[in-house]
C-alpha cells in the first residue's frame, strides 16, 4: 500500500500496457482527486470507443508498444475506472512520433 495522493501523472504509460484497464484501475486506486493522463492514440477515424492492438513492433519498431486507443476509447476507460468527469485537454500532432492526446480525470 503506497497511499492516496491528490494527483496521479499517468503520462506515457497507457500504451505500453498489455492490460491497459488493469493498469488504470491501479492508477485510480491511489488517486484521490485527479488523474492527469498522456497517451498515444490511433484510430482517429472511429467515433466509437476502439483501440488497436499492436502484437509487434508496428508503432515506431518498439515491441513495447502494445495498444492505441482512440480518445473515446480513453474516455471510457477513464470512466470504467472510476473518474465520473473526463475532459480531453489536448491533442498533439507529431510528424514523425505518434498522435498523443492528453486527458484531466476527476473523481
Known amino acids: 500500500s503506497v497511499g492516496r495522493f491528490d494527483l496521479v501523472l499517468f503520462l506515457g504509460v497507457l500504451y505500453h500496457m498489455r492490460h491497459p484497464l488493469l493498469a488504470l484501475e491501479r492508477a485510480a486506486a491511489v ?24 502484437p509487434g513492433t508496428e508503432v515506431l519498431n518498439d515491441p ?11 474516455e471510457a476507460l477513464l470512466r470504467t475506472a ?6 480531453q485537454i489536448g491533442r498533439v500532432l507529431r510528424r514523425r512520433r505518434s498522435p498523443r492526446v492528453i486527458f484531466h480525470a476527476w473523481r
Open 31 to 54: 488517486a484521490g482527486d485527479m488523474l492527469i493522463l498522456e497517451t498515444h492514440v490511433d484510430m482517429l477515424h472511429c467515433r466509437r470507443p476502439a483501440m488497436a492492438y499492436y
Open 64 to 74: 513495447t508498444n502494445w495498444c492505441g486507443p482512440n480518445p473515446p476509447m480513453v
Open 82 to 87: 472510476g473518474f465520473r468527469k473526463v475532459k
